[in-house]
């Protein structure tokens, strides 16, 4: 059985995001990719690119709709549209932040520099071992930080940009998370986030029928149904306690519940403080109530990403020592090291953020725990809905509910 990290979530900081109040919104301008990845919640549809005006048009009702600081250009792998560049340029046009969410199969130098020029604001390189990429077959999550290092450095050459990476964890993959969180660290110049999404799909062993509609479905056409056996109810507690067997200072300082569940951990987000040498802590709850708070004061909006210029600034974080007990314990341990060594001192210090999603949970009476206050809003037919669940909208036209099956005992 796998261990599980105790949490209380009143001793964190509920992230304040909202549905019409949000850091991020989900725009897909295609369902078309280059890769077919173990897990994937979207049909791969070729030539399913949306006009630019189509684009504008959606970008347009997230502004009317919803409040938020970036927009997550997704899909599909987004850089398969021809009109990429354009994309990222109406985007920041708007006053929006564009954060492009993609597996950099399709990034070169030349286009990387072009999504520059129009105002790229980040990237989310979703890379892991269950991706069947042509030229890392049969490679582990720990011999892909090679090629996490390549984007990464892409990035930090062009300067100026945000990166950020994607891993699914899979039951085979969890003893793999303590090393990527180690192999972010020693990169916390040049990767500002690492992001852990626990694996989900619709399988037989779930003891639930499905219903849409009122009508009990085969779940078979959706790309997140499997008919073979796999677990699917990984919970960020668990991936938690998994790095503290390495990491025993591994903290969590914010998160977003359930729907379903107040107490349950759908985006558990820790922040911290190091150089590549050293980590010398967690920020604490206050902390990140403080950015947050303050964002939306003086933006109007609350905070998305932050660009290297901004997580480089370490020190001047420290400043918040007063306020926030964790940040004293790093300032201390800061102050310790440049005692032992002064010219540490001349050393930028970086804040890195370390997040685990855990997606769709079904309870016991056949709820679906959903994330509420999701950043992973899109539009269908003119709706702000879950991207994760899109599928069901486009094939059953609702969404899909879970009924025990019956003879199965329920407790809730």
């Known amino acids: 059985m796998t261990a599980t990290a105790v949490i209380n979530h009143r001793e964190l900081y509920r992230l304040p995001w909202t549905l019409p109040d949000n850091a991020i919104s989900w725009l897909e301008p295609t369902s078309a990719c280059n890769l077919a990845c173990d897990g994937c919640y979207r049909e791969n549809v070729k030539d399913s690119h949306k006009p630019l005006e189509v684009v504008r048009m959606e970008l347009e009702l997230f502004k009317r709709l919803r409040n938020a600081d970036g927009i997550s250009i997704a899909g599909g792998d987004p850089l398969m549209h021809p009109q990429i560049v354009d994309i990222v340029r109406t985007v920041a046009e708007m006053d929006l932040k564009p954060i492009i969410n993609t597996n950099g199969n399709a990034l070169t130098n030349e286009l990387l520099r072009e999504l520059k020029q129009a105002g790229v604001y980040g990237f989310t390189f979703h890379v892991d071992s269950k991706q069947g990429r042509p030229k890392w077959k049969n490679k582990n999550e720990i011999e892909l930080n090679e090629l996490r290092l390549q984007y990464a450095e892409m990035l930090a050459e062009v300067g100026g940009i945000s990166c ?13 998370v303590p090393e990527l969180v180690d192999w972010a660290a020693k990169h916390i110049d040049i990767v500002q986030v690492m992001v852990f999404i626990l694996y989900r799909a619709a399988v037989p062993n779930l003891p639930f029928d499905w219903y849409a509609g009122g009508k009990k479905i085969d779940m078979g056409p959706l790309v997140y149904s499997y008919i073979e056996q796999k677990k699917v ?16 200072e591994f903290t969590p300082c914010a998160y977003l519940n359930g729907t379903e569940k107040a107490d349950s951990f759908k985006w558990l987000l820790s922040g911290r403080i ?30 998305a990403y932050a ?67 999701c950043p992973d809003i899109t539009i269908y037919n003119g709706e702000l809905v879950w991207s994760c669940r899109m599928e069901e909208l486009k094939h059953f036209g609702c969404w899909v509910r879970t009924v025990p099956k019956d003879g199965v005992e329920i407790t809730v």
Do not use: W
């Open 164 to 176: 950020a990476f994607n891993s699914t964890v899979y039951e085979d993959t969890l003893e793999c």
């Open 233 to 248: 109810d990984l919970k960020a507690p668990e991936i938690v306690a998994k790095i503290r067997e390495r990491f025993p």
């Open 274 to 303: 190091g150089t590549r040498e050293k980590i010398f802590g967690y920020v604490g709850p206050k902390f990140l109530e403080i950015m947050q708070t303050f964002h939306h004061l003086f933006k109007g909006r609350y905070l």
């Open 307 to 373: 660009k290297p210029q901004l997580t480089r600034l370490g020190k001047s974080m420290l400043l918040l020592f007063p306020i926030d007990k964790a940040v004293r314990k790093i300032f201390k341990q800061y102050s310790a090291s440049v005692m032992v060594d002064p010219f540490s001192l001349f050393k930028r210090l970086h804040y890195q953020s370390v997040m685990i999603i855990q997606p769709v949970d079904f309870m016991p009476g056949g709820g679906q725990n959903m994330c509420d206050g």
